[in-house]
């Protein structure tokens, strides 16, 4: 994933560390998230815009909408736990406190066989 600021300018990127971690949290989105926290210091990162290969999960949706960002751009969309719209939509969801620009389906077939790759790899 990786985290742009209004000029287009990459404020941090970051990729899934959760085995290497051992860390159930540590999401290329979350990780993105947190480096550029820092580097702004601000928790708030509004103005910004996070862009990954999969559909963000509940967990990365709810640190996306904390955050304040404006958009989401992702490629592939995740059918068994995507909440950006496949499963559960939280970015539209007017009882949180923000909504963020949702730009879905990227070069999805591309990301989609990224990622087909990676989890063949895996296994």
């Given at each position: 994933?990786?985290?742009?600021?209004?000029?287009?300018?990459?404020?941090?990127?970051?990729?899934n560390?959760?085995?290497?971690?051992?860390?159930?949290?540590?999401?290329?989105?979350?990780?993105?998230?947190?480096?550029?926290?820092?580097?702004?210091?601000?928790?708030?990162?509004?103005?910004?815009?996070?862009?990954a290969?999969?559909?963000?999960?509940?967990?990365?949706?709810?640190?996306?909408?904390?955050?304040?960002?404006?958009?989401?751009?992702?490629?592939?969309?995740?059918?068994?736990?995507?909440?950006?719209?496949s499963?559960?939509?939280?970015?539209?969801?007017?009882?949180?406190?923000?909504?963020?620009?949702?730009?879905?389906?990227?070069?999805?077939?591309?990301?989609?066989?990224?990622?087909q790759?990676?989890?063949?790899e895996?296994?």
């Amino acid at each position: 994933a990786i985290l742009v600021d209004q000029s287009n300018k990459i404020v941090a990127r970051a990729h899934n560390r959760c085995i290497l971690d051992n860390d159930p949290t540590a999401h290329a989105e979350i990780l993105a998230i947190r480096q550029g926290a820092k580097v702004c210091k601000n928790y708030r990162l509004n103005g910004m815009t996070l862009v990954a290969t999969v559909e963000p999960c509940p967990m990365c949706m709810g640190a996306i909408i904390n955050a304040r960002l404006d958009t989401l751009v992702f490629g592939a969309f995740d059918e068994k736990g995507g909440a950006a719209g496949s499963v559960y939509n939280l970015s539209d969801d007017d009882r949180l406190n923000h909504q963020l620009k949702l730009i879905p389906g990227v070069m999805e077939k591309e990301c989609r066989e990224l990622m087909q790759g990676f989890f063949r790899e895996r296994r």
